[in-house]
Nanobody, 124 residues
């Protein structure tokens, strides 16, 4: 069956960095657009970043532009989220998601598969 397994979360101080990974199995990874979402305490799940299945195009939520970078390695069936200049408001559970389309959508309901999430906590 399809599995998306996130890793790399943790606790950091404001201004620090983390790199999240999401390893996919059970699907043809290169056929899927991938995205990262997050859900903070008491908040709805929100789009963070997406990457086309080719890996050559990306886009970001405004609140992470210039700080986060999404990338993928289709040979390793893995998508990454490099997070720099972290802020306390970035505290959330981060999820990766896969959608069997060319380009990633911003709406969570579009996605076919989800990981279990990894906690990111940023202290001030």
């Amino acid at each position: 069956q399809v599995q998306l397994i996130e890793s790399g979360g943790g606790s950091v101080q404001a201004g620090g960095s983390l790199r999240l990974s999401c390893a996919a199995s059970g699907l043809t990874f290169s056929a899927y657009a991938m995205a990262w979402f997050r859900q903070g305490p008491g908040k709805v799940r929100e789009f963070v970043a997406g990457i086309y299945r080719s890996g050559d195009l990306t886009y970001y939520a405004e609140f992470v532009k210039g700080r986060f970078t999404i990338s993928r390695d289709n040979a390793k069936n893995t998508v990454y989220l490099q997070m720099n200049s972290l802020k306390p408001e970035d505290t959330a559970v981060y999820y990766c998601a896969a959608d069997n389309v060319w380009a990633p959508y911003k709406n969570s309901y579009e996605y076919d598969y989800w990981g279990q999430g990894t906690q990111v906590t940023v202290s001030s």
